[in-house]
């Protein structure tokens, strides 16, 4: 689902094309589960102990088991890494 009245949408909108094929590719993007990164999430102990260790852990969920982990995939953009 996409919200369209989000601004960010707009911004990001290519000069060049039509706001219904934008939606379409936005769309198109969205469910299509091969753009998406790998992730899985998990209540592992031993992975929350050793973000915990290392400092990686962010301080909202110091208390929980809860861990979020993201495979990395060859395609992903310079940009995307950066923010990443």
């Known amino acids: 689902m996409i919200v369209t009245s989000d601004g960010v949408l707009e911004q990001c909108r290519p000069p060049n094309i039509s706001w219904d094929r934008y939606m379409e590719h936005c769309e198109l993007a969205v469910n299509v589960p091969d753009l998406h990164s790998d992730e899985y999430s998990t209540d592992d102990e031993q ?12 301080k909202r969920i110091m208390r929980t088991n809860s861990v979020i982990k993201i495979r990395e995939k060859k395609w992903r953009s310079t940009r995307v890494c950066k923010v990443y």
């Open 47 to 58: 992975l929350a102990n050793e973000e915990r260790r290392d400092n990686k852990r962010p």
